[in-house]
Nanobody, 122 residues
Framework: QVQLVESGGGLVQAGGSLRLSCAAS????????MGWFRQAPGKEREFVAA????????YYADSVKGRFTISRDNAKNTVYLQMNSLKPEDTAVYYC???????????????WGQGTQVTVSS
């Protein structure tokens, strides 16, 4: 079992920045990838970014490429999502998740955090 706790959400104006954190505990050594997903009201959950714990490879959704950066601190078992040039359409609840393999589909992720709200005002 892996426990994930997100933090760092909030209200920001369009064009601003936020950094989300995801602290992992438990059997994190059994997980290969960490991902960020988001869900806006009335919309399906969507993939945002993923990173491997081992080799640091990353992958981004086209909608955030060039604006968001995912990173990890293995010593702290923490994954970050730096979000720059935020847009109102980035407004959503952001979830951190862990998977036992490299994946960008939410169905492959076994462990989920409680989510953190990000609101971008225009």
């Amino acid at each position: 079992q892996v426990q994930l706790v997100e933090s760092g959400g909030g209200l920001v104006q369009a064009g601003g920045s936020l950094r989300l954190s995801c602290a992992a505990s438990g059997r994190i050594f059994s997980r290969y990838a960490m991902g960020w997903f988001r869900q806006a009201p009335g919309k399906e959950r969507e993939f945002v970014a993923a990173i491997s714990w081992t080799d640091g490879r990353t992958y981004y959704a086209d909608s955030v490429k060039g604006r968001f950066t995912i990173s990890r601190d293995n010593a702290k078992n923490t994954v970050y999502l730096q979000m720059n040039s935020l847009k109102p359409e980035d407004t959503a609840v952001y979830y951190c998740a862990a998977a036992g393999l490299w994946a960008v589909s939410g169905t492959e992720y076994r462990d989920w955090g409680q989510g953190t709200q990000v609101t971008v005002s225009s």
